[in-house]
C-alpha cells in the first residue's frame, strides 16, 4: 500500500502566502514524477505544477512566477510554495505521485485526499 499525505492548507487574504506538503509512504520501491494539481467542485482538474525526480518542473501559466514546487527525495516528500496568492487560486488542491510500489512491482499513480485553499479578504 501506498498513502499519499497532504498538509498545509487553508485560509489566507489575497497577497499571503502558504506551503503545502505531501508524503508518500507505505510500500515504495521507487517515486519518479510528483505534482499538485486542482479541482474546483464541478469543474475539471487542473495541473499546478509538476516536478521529475531529477527536479525537472514546470508550471500551469496563471501561477509561474508565484508557485514554486519542490521535492526531498530522501523523504518522498514534495512541496509548493505559493505566493501572492489570489482569490482565483482558491480550489481543492490534490498530490500525485507516479510510484513503483514493492508489494506489486506495478507502476502507477496516486492521490493525496485533498486540502482546501481558500483565498479571501
Known amino acids: 500500500q501506498v498513502q499519499l499525505v497532504e498538509s498545509g492548507g487553508g485560509l489566507v487574504q489575497p497577497g499571503e502566502s502558504l506551503r503545502l506538503s505531501c508524503a508518500a509512504s507505505?510500500?515504495?520501491?521507487?517515486?519518479?514524477?510528483m505534482g499538485w494539481y486542482r479541482r474546483a467542485p464541478g469543474e475539471e482538474g487542473e495541473l499546478v505544477a509538476a516536478i521529475s525526480s531529477t527536479g525537472s518542473a514546470n508550471y500551469a501559466d496563471s501561477v509561474k512566477g508565484r508557485f514554486t514546487i519542490s521535492r526531498d527525495n530522501a523523504k518522498n516528500t514534495v512541496y509548493l510554495q505559493m505566493n501572492s496568492l489570489k482569490p482565483e487560486d482558491t480550489d481543492v488542491y490534490y498530490c500525485?505521485?507516479?510510484?513503483?510500489?514493492?508489494?506489486?512491482?506495478?507502476?502507477?499513480?496516486?492521490w493525496g485526499q485533498g486540502t482546501q485553499i481558500t483565498v479571501s479578504s
Open positions: 507505505g510500500s515504495i520501491f521507487k517515486v519518479y514524477g
Open positions: 500525485n505521485a507516479d510510484v513503483l510500489a514493492i508489494a506489486t512491482m506495478v507502476r502507477k499513480d496516486y
